[in-house]
């Protein structure tokens, strides 16, 4: 990697005869040089485009298991399943309100049966869910799941499986 480089979505431009940064997303500028960073939250106000940002992302950048193709978005319908589902997947923690509208919201913007999307709440929540290309857990179930792990961390069976997983996106 080239440390001289912008982060990405990152440019620079001319303004009033001095060179700028210019943020391709929010199409600001700034004279500082940004930093790169490593993740970020996504907390816009509501309708300004979080789940397909976070959809878009998915698909740019999915784990090494996975394929995507250009078009995922639109009309592209051979993309792959996973070979291998435990081996990463994009966790998206939401309020509790919101849960079935992001799984809605998924399945909407994306061609029929090119991912999977698990549903990972309530009291007989399944840890099938945890094996799918979408896991959309809320807050609360993410406290209760690692007080859980907490609590049985050292032991020699261990029952939960939400902390053992390794996401390959937050």
């Known amino acids: 990697t080239d440390p001289t480089a912008l982060p990405p979505l990152w440019s620079t431009t001319q303004e009033n005869g001095s060179e700028v940064y210019y943020n391709e997303v929010s199409c600001s500028t700034t004279t500082v040089r940004p930093t790169p960073a490593l993740g970020g939250i996504l907390a816009d106000d509501m309708g300004?485009?979080?789940?397909?940002q976070t959809l878009a992302t998915s698909l740019c950048n999915p784990p090494e298991s996975r394929t995507f193709v250009p078009g995922a978005l639109a009309t592209s319908p051979e993309l792959s399943l996973?070979?291998?589902p435990s081996a990463g997947a994009t966790l998206i923690v939401a309020p509790a309100s919101v849960l079935s509208n992001w799984a809605e919201q998924i399945l909407a913007h994306l061609l029929p049966d090119t991912v999977t999307v698990g549903l990972y709440h309530g009291a007989e929540r399944s840890y099938d869910a945890l094996d799918c290309d979408f896991v959309i857990t809320s807050y609360g179930v993410l406290t209760s799941e690692y007080k859980d792990?907490?609590?049985?961390?050292?032991?020699?069976?261990k029952v939960v499986k939400f902390f053992d997983k390794k996401w390959h996106r937050v």
Not at 48 to 52: A, D, E, N, S
Not at 149 to 157: A, L, S, T, V, Y
């Open 48 to 52: 300004l485009g979080k789940t397909i």
């Open 82 to 84: 996973p070979e291998d």
């Open 149 to 157: 792990h907490e609590r049985n961390k050292n032991k020699k069976r």
